[in-house]
């Protein structure tokens, strides 16, 4: 099964900007793996912030924006705010399979 | 305003079986793919399951094939994880998502002697 990897933990100065990315084990990341981003908070269940590589949720903030970037995908936040700490995790779709990165914890500090 | 409750979660022993299942509301539940996701206490997510609409189409990750079935009825608006010959490793918050757009809030599976 694919390997999918992401940065263990990143970290942000309030209103900077930071470039998280996903890796695929199988070669680049395209459209075709369907590229998701998730974002998960302490106690919370997880929500999805970006599908289909840069598709916005009707409540992801405009400050996120994903992208497909040397071969990966990428999750980037522009002017990034205290309640934007959490883990965030990727997904790609492997024929039938989805695979998750193992998340990265973004600090806002 | 899409729900997904899930529910059938709890404390078991190694070997035993647990059915899970995950009620649906606020948008035609025959029309969408639906998923069981997992998270084991301090790690990351991973898929587990997946179903297409009507049922005819179903994938599971490795760890799992033969042991747990992801099924529908798409009557009564609920998905369901039958698990089986449950591991230590299997103990997790158990997530039902609709397609990859919306998820449950979990249930908590415990496998232990």
């Known amino acids: 099964q694919a390997v999918v990897t992401q940065e263990p933990s990143l970290t942000v100065s309030p209103g900077g900007t930071v470039t998280l990315t996903c890796d695929s084990s199988t070669g680049a990341v395209t459209s075709s793996h369907y590229p998701y981003w998730f974002q998960q908070k302490p106690g919370q269940a997880p929500r999805t912030l970006i599908y289909d590589t840069n598709t916005k949720h009707s409540w992801t903030p405009a400050r996120f924006s994903g992208s497909l970037l040397g071969g990966k995908t990428a999750l980037t936040l522009s002017g990034a705010q205290p309640e934007d700490e959490a883990e965030y995790y990727c997904?790609?779709?492997?024929?039938?399979?989805?695979?998750f990165g193992g998340g990265t914890k973004l600090t806002v500090l | 305003e899409v729900q997904l409750v899930e529910s059938g979660g709890g404390l078991v022993q190694p070997g035993e079986s647990l059915r899970l299942s995950c009620a649906a509301s606020?948008?035609?539940?025959?029309?969408?793919?639906m998923n069981w996701v997992r998270q084991a206490p301090g790690k990351g997510l991973e898929w587990v399951a997946t179903i297409k609409q009507d049922g005819s189409e179903k994938y599971y990750v490795d760890s799992v094939k033969g042991r747990f079935t992801i099924s529908r009825d798409n009557a009564k608006n609920s998905l369901y994880l039958q698990m089986n010959s449950l591991r230590a490793e299997d103990t997790a918050v158990y997530y039902c998502?609709?397609?990859?757009?919306?998820w449950g809030q979990g249930s908590l599976v415990s496998v232990s002697s």
């Open positions: 606020g948008f035609t539940f025959s029309s969408y793919w």
């Open positions: 998502t609709r397609g990859w757009l919306y």
């Open positions: 997904s790609l779709s492997y024929s039938g399979a989805r695979v």
